[in-house]
C-alpha cells in the first residue's frame, strides 16, 4: 500500500506495531463508547520520537496545552474490512468445502457475521489460524497507509507482513488436560473422568481440551467450575479459538449438562444463558433440550482416564502422544 508522492520525503519513524495496533483498537472502542479511560488519558502518536503519549483531556489553561502540531491523533476505523476482502479470503482457500461454503455466505446482509460465525464454530484451527492472520495484515496494511498519507514511513524493525506460523499447540494442550485431572479427581463427588475430542484422537491441530465428568448426584458443583474456568482460560491463550468444556453426568452414565462457565452463576443474570433450568443446581448448565453430547462431540463414547482401568484390562485405545503425557502420569 502506497501513496501519491516520493518515499523519500516522508519522514521516517521508529515504531512498535504492536503498540500501534493497540492504540488503533483502543481508538475504535473509544469511538464507539465516546470516552477513552480517564484514567491515562487519550493516546497519541509521538512526530518526533514515534513513541505513544498519553495526554489527558484539557482544562482549559492554554499554558498546559502540548504543541499538537507534534502529536497525531489514531484513526477510528482501523480494522474495517470491505466485501471485496472478504471474497479474496475465501477464494485463496485451498479447502474446497471451506472456500465454497464462505463465498456462499459472503454476500446479502450480515454476510460479516455468518463469514466469522462460518470460520470460528468449523472447528478447525487452520482455518481459524488464517483468518486471525488476514484480519491482522489487512489492518497493518491500512496502518502503514494511515501513517504514510500522514508524511511518516514506518521502520518497524522487522516484517510485519511475514505470516506466522500455525504452532503445534498439541503438548501445550495435553499439559492443561493433564492439571485439569490431577485437580479433578481430588475433588469429594468424582467418580469417574472420561476424555473425548480432539486430544482422544491424532488430530494434528487439536482445537479443544474436552472432558466427560462423573459425579455423585448431591456434589458441590463450586469447585469443580472453578477448575472449569482455569481449564478455559489456559486454553484461550494458547489462540487460534481452541477451546474447552467439561459435560457433566450421574453415576449411570446420563448426561446432566456442561460445567457453568461463568463466575456468577445467578438465574436471570445472563440473557446470554441458554440453561433449561438456569439457577436449580448452582454451577449446573443443564442444556437437554438443544444438545446431545453423542451428536456433537467426537469421540463418543468418551475414554476413561480416572480411575486407571485395573491391571488385567486393556488399556484405552489412545493416540500415543495422549498414551505418555496424559493417560500414563495420572
Known sequence: MDTDGPSHLRKVLRMDILMIESCCDAASMAARNGIY???????YLDLV?????NIPDSDGDEDDE????????FPTDIGRLEWPDVIG?????????????????????????RVRDY?????????????NWFETRMSREQIVGWLRDAGIEPDWGCDIFTPPELPNRRRDMLEIAHDFILAARKLPGIERIFLTGSLATDEANPVDVTFVVAMADDMDLTPLAKLRRQLEGKTMALGDGRWS???????????LGRICPWKDCVPGLRRACRADHCGRRHYLHDDLRNFIPTGK???WPPIQIHPAPAEDEPAPALPRDTATLLFAPV
Open 37 to 43: 479511560d480517564d484514567e491515562f488519558g487519550t493516546p
Open 49 to 53: 520520537t514515534g513513541e505513544v503519549e
Open 66 to 73: 502540548p504543541d499538537w502540531d507534534r502529536y497525531l491523533s
Open 89 to 113: 479470503f475465501a477464494e485463496g482457500l485451498e479447502n474446497a468445502r471451506h472456500r465454497e461454503e464462505l463465498l456462499r455466505l459472503a454476500n446479502g446482509c450480515g454476510a460479516f457475521r
Open 119 to 131: 470460520i470460528y464454530n468449523s472447528n478447525d484451527i487452520a482455518l481459524k489460524h488464517s483468518w
Open 245 to 255: 468444556d467439561v459435560f457433566l453426568t450421574d453415576p449411570t452414565g446420563t448426561y
Open 297 to 299: 462431540v467426537k469421540p
